[in-house]
């Protein structure tokens, strides 16, 4: 089993920035791919980015050119660039198993607002 842990969360103007970490524990030799999510009241939680095995990124639509995916090991990071009021979500780390299967942390909130 995979623990996942964000942090990094908190308030932010528009236009400012935010890194979220994802440490993940247990079991971290069968972590596959790992991505962020993010959800907004009301709103069904929405992919936001992943990174392969190899190391090759994604991004939705809404995020390009403005949200970096990278990782290090055990360790996710999301820097969040040019924020706007729409990011604001909770935002959670997804990890892939090799064994099938995903592992979620609890999430952390981000809220960008003057």
């Known amino acids: 089993q995979v623990q996942l842990v964000e942090s990094g969360g908190g308030l932010v103007q528009p236009g400012g920035s935010l890194r979220l970490s994802c440490a993940a524990s247990?079991?971290?030799?069968?972590?596959?791919?790992m991505g962020w999510y993010r959800q907004a009241p009301g709103k069904q939680r929405e992919w936001v980015a992943g990174i392969s095995s190899g190391g090759t990124p994604a991004y939705a639509d809404s995020v390009k050119g403005r949200f970096t995916i990278s990782r290090d090991n055990a360790k996710s990071t999301l820097q969040m660039n040019s924020l706007k009021p729409e990011d604001t979500a909770v935002y959670y780390c997804?990890?892939?198993?090799?064994?099938?299967?995903?592992?979620w942390g609890q999430g952390t909130q981000v809220t960008v607002s003057s």
């Open positions: 997804n990890a892939g198993s090799k064994y099938g299967g995903y592992s």
């Open positions: 247990g079991d971290i030799e069968s972590i596959t791919s």
